[in-house]
Structure formats: structure tokens, C-alpha cells
């Protein structure tokens, strides 16, 4: 049973890929390696035991997707392709609309056409990468899927948009089978220590910019804030190793093939980490001292987020297995073998 995993080379993407796998799905990742590096297709190899089927190329290119559906009928599609930093969508919206907008729409034009013209199949079922940013500001936590909606940057909004659209597709034609999987915080890696987070130039996200103090490719931690109200200060969130969230997709996927019409779940573990809590534990684990310096806070952050994942457990069977310490065990693993990431290699 083959998925199609769009942005399958990314982070999350070549994680889930490892995921399915082991549970005998073939996955294919398609990817234009925009934002990932083709070594990963090797590691993949590597790490699965088996040869990981490539398709290079751009979801906006609806024909040659099309084309993709028709000559791999995959039982459904993981939806991973986009870009993802908050920073540059406040800078550069049109990329964010374009890309991530524009790929969802073009995906499931080509998905409506390969169904029409191939021969009876049906629509394979589709899972989104949402994110907790649809939720802005929460008004409390824990946070549950019926908490209103709202954005703060035109990368949250875009996420908005597709469930959206997500939402209308399905109630124009009820053979479509959506799950929208709303993650929170993912962090840490394969614990082989061979395939992990590798963000090109500074990171924007917290733990791979502790990873970087710790191996000495920065001096210091900007801490963000210590004034939020907040048990120490600093900005609180639901930390999620990628090996849980590579099993959510798993469960998704398994959920909609065994019948289910569709849902839109948090992926989240149900604990709140601080910044310095986060610090504290890398530094256990890792034996290496993280440096940092009280930094003002970050436009837009939220001062805590952190999911009620209950639904996930009661719809999809799924749960978060690992903690803080595995999360920084194995992101310190990947960073240390892996200094510059797979330019290492
Ligand atoms: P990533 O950048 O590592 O992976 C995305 C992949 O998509 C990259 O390999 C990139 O090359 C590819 N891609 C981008 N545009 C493409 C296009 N037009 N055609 C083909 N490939 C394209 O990001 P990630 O962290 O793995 O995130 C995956 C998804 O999960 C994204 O949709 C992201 O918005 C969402 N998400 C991520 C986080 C997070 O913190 N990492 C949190 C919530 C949601
Ligand atoms: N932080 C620092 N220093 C840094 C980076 C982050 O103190 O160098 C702090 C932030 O202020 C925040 C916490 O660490 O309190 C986590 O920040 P991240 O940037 O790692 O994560 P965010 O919660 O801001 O955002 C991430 C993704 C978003 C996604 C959101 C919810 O970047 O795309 O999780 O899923 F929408």
C-alpha cells in the first residue's frame, strides 16, 4: 500500500516516511528539495533497510502530480510540502500564499483529476500538517480542537485557509477522507543519530538552536522573555518528539483506511516545558553547557501552549510515548554525529 508523502524529505516528512515503513507501508516521498537536502533519500535508505522511492518535483505542478497519482495509486496522501517560518511570512506573505495555498489547491486538483481518470480508483485519503498556530493567542490551556480559530501571521493564516478549504472539498464530495493533524512543538530525532532537524542558516526554532550552542556552532541562547506570566518567566509549549508524531501519521492514516470519514486532531503530548526547563534538560543529557542571555520577547509569541490530546487518543488510538529527556537525547545524538547536518555527510 503505497502513500504519497509530499515534503516526504523534510523533517517531518523522512520521519514519518521511517514510520511507515516499519509498519509495511511503501511510502514515496516527493519533494523539490526546496528546504531538505537530498542526502536525506540515502539515510532513509539506510535507516528503513529498504530503497525509498523518489518523485522530484513541485506540488504547484498540478499535471506532472497528476501523473504522479496515476502511475503510483497510492491508498492516500500525507500533505508535508510547504514553507514554514513565521519570520519570513510576515516578510514575504505572496511566497507563503503561493506555496503553501497554491501546493494544497494544486494537490487537490490533480487528486479530484487522477480520480476521474483513473479507471475507478478511489480518492485516496488525504492528511494535512496543521499546526497549533491555527489556535493564535489561547484564551486558555489545555488547548481542544473547538477552541476558535484565529492567526497572527500570514504562515498561521495559510494553515487556516487550507483547512478551509479542506472543509469545503469534503462537503462537496463526500468520497473525500481528510484527517487534519494540528501539531504542536516537534523536536528531536531518529534516535540512530542518522536523520534529524537541519534548518539552513540560523534556526528560528528553540531546540535546534540549543543543539548549535551545545556543538559550538553559536556562542549563546537569546532567551526570549523571562517575564511572561509563567512559572519561571519563560514561554511555555507541548514539546513532541518526531517519533510520536511520525506514529500520529501513522494512526491517521490507518484511521481514515479503516473507514473513518475524516477528523482534525492536536498531535501534542499534554505537558507544558518552559524555555529554561528545556535548557536545563539538554544541559543533563547532553553533558555540554548551553550559554544563555535574557533577550526581550519575540514578536508574537504566545506566553503558553500546550494540547489536551485526548481526541487524538479517543479517535486515532494514538499517544505521545516519550518525554523531555528522550527529545533532547536523541536531538543531541544527531547534532553531535552530525555537526553541520547532512552536509556532513
Ligand atoms: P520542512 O521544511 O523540513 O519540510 C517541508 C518539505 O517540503 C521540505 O523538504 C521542502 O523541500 C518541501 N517543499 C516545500 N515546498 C515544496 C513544493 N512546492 N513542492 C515540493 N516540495 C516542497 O518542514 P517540516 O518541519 O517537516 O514541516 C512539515 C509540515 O508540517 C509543514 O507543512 C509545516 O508547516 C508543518 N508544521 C511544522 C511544524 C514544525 O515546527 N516543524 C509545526 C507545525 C506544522
Ligand atoms: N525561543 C527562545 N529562543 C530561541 C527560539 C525560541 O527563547 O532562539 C523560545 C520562544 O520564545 C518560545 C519557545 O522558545 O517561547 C518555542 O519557540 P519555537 O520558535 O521553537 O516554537 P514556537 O512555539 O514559537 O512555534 C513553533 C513553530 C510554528 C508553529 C508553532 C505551533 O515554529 O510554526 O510551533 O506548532 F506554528
Known sequence: MKILLTGGAGYIGSHTAIALAAEGFEPVVLDNFSNSHPTVMERLTE??????????????????????????HPVAVVHFAGDKAVGESVAQPLKYFHNNVGGAVSLMRAMVQATATGGGDRTPALVFSS??????????VPITEDFPRS??????????????????????DPTWRVGVL?????????PSGRMGEDPDGMPNNLMPFVTQVAVGRRPFLNVYGNDYPTPDGTGVRDYIHVMDLAS??????????????????????????????????FEQ??????????????????????????LARTLLGWKARFGLEDMCADAWRWQNLNPQGYRSA
Open 248 to 281: 500520529g501519521h501513522v494512526a491517521a492514516v490507518r484511521t481514515l483506511l479503516q473507514g473513518s470519514q475524516g477528523f482534525t486532531v492536536n498531535l501534542g503530548t499534554g505537558r507544558g516545558h518552559s524555555v529554561l526547563e528545556v535548557v536545563r534538560a
Open 285 to 310: 543529557v547532553s553533558g555540554r553547557a548551553v550559554p544563555y542571555r535574557i533577550a526581550p520577547r519575540r514578536a508574537g509569541d504566545v506566553a503558553q501552549c500546550w494540547a489536551d490530546p485526548t
Open 182 to 190: 494540528r501539531y504542536f512543538n516537534p523536536v528531536g530525532a531518529h
Open 151 to 172: 492567526h497572527t501571521n500570514p504562515y498561521g493564516h495559510t494553515k487556516l485557509v487550507i483547512e478551509d478549504m479542506l472543509t469545503a472539498q469534503c462537503k462537496a
Open 131 to 140: 499546526s497549533a498556530t491555527v489556535y493564535g493567542d489561547p484564551a486558555t
Open 47 to 72: 535507516v528503513s533497510g529498504r530503497s525509498m522511492l523518489l518523485e522530484q518535483g513541485d506540488v504547484l505542478d498540478t499535471d506532472w502530480l497528476r501523473q504522479v497519482l496515476q502511475r503510483h
